[in-house]
Nanobody, 121 residues
Framework: QVDLVESGGGSVQVGASLRLSCAAS????????MGWFRQRPGKERELVVA????????YYGVADPGRFIVSRDIAKNTVYLQMNDLKPEDTAVYYC??????????????WGQGTRVSVSS
């Protein structure tokens, strides 16, 4: 059993920054890809960005590489998402996920409960 627990969401103004964290417990996930999906109202869950074991293995979905930065702390079994210059269109529930690959929601083996991000102008 793997539990993924997210934190760091909230309500912010346009241009603000947030850092989401996702801590995994139950087993080491060093050999899995960990990442972030988001689901906006009325939309399907979509990949934001994911990170493999090595720092050079970054897989971008909808994330703007100039604003969203994913990182992992393998020792802490944790993945982070630094979101800068937030825009109203970034408003969504953000989910942490892990799997052998993470190219779509169907790939995820484990999910967090989600953390809400709301950006207002």
């Amino acid at each position: 059993q793997v539990d993924l627990v997210e934190s760091g969401g909230g309500s912010v103004q346009v241009g603000a920054s947030l850092r989401l964290s996702c801590a995994a417990s139950g087993r080491p996930l060093s050999n899995f890809v960990m990442g972030w999906f988001r689901q906006r109202p009325g939309k399907e869950r979509e990949l934001v960005v994911a990170a493999g074991k090595n720092s050079g293995s970054i897989y971008y979905g909808v994330a703007d590489p100039g604003r969203f930065i994913v990182s992992r702390d393998i020792a802490k079994n944790t993945v982070y998402l630094q979101m800068n210059d937030l825009k109203p269109e970034d408003t969504a529930v953000y989910y942490c996920a892990a799997g052998w690959v993470l190219t779509s929601a169907q790939d995820a083996k484990w999910w967090g409960q989600g953390t809400r991000v709301s950006v207002s102008s």
